[in-house]
């Protein structure tokens, strides 16, 4: 009886050294940097500093519209606002249909002489 159990022993120590080679295989492939999860980290880590990289860049060039807008909405606004004060100066001036003594549309500089010509 004791010789069968030591058989057992030494069956049960041999499967439990195979399997542990063969998780061990496993894990070797599972973290390889090439094929396995560590790749696939090793690339996303690179993908993330990319990435940080491009939003950062991203950021700047934000900053540098969002002050050139403000200087033209600024702008803008000035022009505006002389637009309206010379919409507003042209409310003084006189109608030009009634302040008009010409019968002729056409603007003359100098009168006609006697034949036409001065």
Known sequence: MMMIADILLVAGALG????CFVLSRRLRRFTD?????G???AVL???VDDLIKTLNQA????????????????RAEAAGQRLELLV????????PVTTQTSDSPFFVRRPAGP???Q
């Open 115 to 117: 034949k036409g010509h």
């Open 88 to 95: 507003a100066s042209l409310h003084d001036l006189p109608d």
């Open 39 to 41: 790749g696939a980290v």
């Open 33 to 37: 940097l090439e094929k396995g999860v």
């Open 59 to 74: 950021q700047m060039t934000a900053k540098t519209s969002v002050g050139t807008l403000d200087e033209v909405s600024t």
């Open 45 to 47: 880590s690179a993908q």
């Open 16 to 19: 439990a050294g195979f399997y």
